[in-house]
């Protein structure tokens, strides 16, 4: 007795590794994904932000301030000469 067995479904030998039923092309739905940030975390970030350049910034040197002072506070220090280097200053650190 003898038992024969049919195909099911056809291969094609020219291509290799291609499986009956197999599509040509893969078509894949992507699904993208999304990020939504409330207002408070953008409120908390901004406050992490100027915190972190405030304490990136110089510190104040208490002995500056002090002789600053006393100059301020010296009669003959300011004259036209110092106003003036002074509004500069002003003017280029405000317009740059």
């Known amino acids: 007795m003898s038992m024969t ?5 056809s291969i094609d030998p020219i291509q290799p590794g291609k499986k009956p039923g197999q599509a ?3 078509s894949e739905t992507r699904k993208s994904d999304s990020v939504s940030i409330s207002s408070e975390a953008h409120e908390k970030a901004e406050l992490f932000r ?3 350049l405030a304490a990136a910034a110089p510190e104040t040197r208490a002995d500056r301030v002090a002789e600053l ?3 301020i506070n010296d009669p003959s220090y300011i004259n036209d000469k110092i106003i003036n280097a002074t509004a500069d200053k002003l003017i280029d650190a405000l317009f740059g």
């Open 50 to 52: 100027i915190q972190e």
């Open 5 to 9: 067995i049919d195909r099911i479904g």
């Open 24 to 26: 040509n092309q893969v």
């Open 69 to 71: 002072r006393e100059k």
